[in-house]
């Protein structure tokens, strides 16, 4: 598989200048990107120091679908307690404020990927509390957003091409900047960052690599269900819950996701245990997407445009 290259430039949350346009992603790319990362302090934090996000967290986890799915108090509190002892390196909780105050829409997304992460690892990773700090759970998976304009991640009306292409941008971002601020291109968190949107089949994006990797798939699934069922910019209504699990159903007939991880969260929507030789899900579709849905529309190239951001 060739080496993915970027297409917009990635700058540090200094505005340090990372790596131009045009660089292809090569293992000695980025070992150097980890190297000059080494250079500079990185502390890391824990996340119930951040009284704020948690505050927030559990408040977002009493509102519906996510009511229910976390209705059991012993093991919301457990995953709460992993979820706050998770290091977290200190330039996250910068871009987590960040969007806090400019962006609640993917604010909200990061921590409610990261519980709901928290939660189905717990039923499918042996190794799951682990397995969880090695990715920091989620939370970081969107962390390459943060090169992406404003004005693209809150636009109502569909994105031009251009713009779905900076979007588009933010897992190769991701990538470099964590590789960069965790000073290891090779950590499983940055390997998140990078493909959490590619698919079982190679059929994602940016690379077209197959999804292997147990805790990999359930970020991605998570990512996924939270995107359906949340309030997004591009869209006046949310998916209801139906729409959204049979709309992940689909992925998982067509190959794109695994059953495995599917089974799992429709268990939690029904709150029973989770037994995949117990957990059958229908293969009736009655659900219809909201209307108003922006999503995956490209506009024609306007003078409104939100511009690229250059190297």
Not at 13 to 38: F, N, Q
Not at 114 to 122: G, K
Not at 135 to 153: E, N, Y
Request: proline share 7%; with cysteine.
């Amino acid at each position: 598989m060739p080496d993915p290259t970027l297409h917009y430039a990635v700058r540090t949350l200094d505005h340090g200048l990372l790596l131009p346009a045009g660089t292809i992603l090569s293992d000695e790319v980025m070992a150097e990107v980890a190297w000059r990362g080494r250079q500079t302090k990185s502390l890391q934090h824990a996340l119930d120091a951040h009284d704020t996000a948690l505050a927030d967290l559990r408040r977002y986890l009493a509102t519906p679908p996510y009511h229910a799915i976390f209705a059991d108090p012993e093991q919301t509190a457990d995953c709460l307690k992993i979820m706050g002892e998770v290091e977290l390196v200190a330039p996250f909780m910068r871009v987590l404020d960040h969007f806090r105050h400019h962006d609640r829409y993917t604010y909200r997304h990061m921590l409610m990927v990261f519980a709901l992460t928290t939660l189905l690892a717990r039923d499918l990773v042996p190794d799951y509390s682990e397995r969880l700090r090695e990715a920091f759970a989620g939370p970081t998976h969107d962390f390459g957003k943060i090169c992406v304009p404003l004005g693209i991640l809150t636009k109502t009306t569909p994105l031009t091409a251009d713009e779905r292409r900076q979007l588009e941008h933010h897992p190769l971002a991701g990538y470099v900047l964590l590789s960069y601020y965790l000073q290891d291109h090779q950590h499983f968190s940055a390997q998140v960052a990078r493909d959490h949107h590619e698919r079982k089949d190679g059929s994602g994006y940016p690379s077209g690599r197959r999804v292997l990797d147990p805790m990999l798939e359930i970020i991605s699934i998570c990512d996924i269900y939270d995107a359906l069922i949340s309030p997004r910019p591009y869209r006046p209504v949310s998916f209801d819950n139906r729409t959204a699990l049979e709309e992940i159903t689909r992925l998982a007939e067509a190959g794109k996701v695994g059953w495995y991880v599917v089974k799992a969260l429709v268990a939690h929507n029904r709150r029973v245990a989770f037994d995949p030789a117990k957990v059958w899900v229908s293969p009736e579709k009655r659900g219809a997407p909201p209307q108003g849905n922006n999503y995956g529309l490209v506009a024609e190239s306007s003078p409104d445009a939100i511009p690229a951001r250059q190297a």
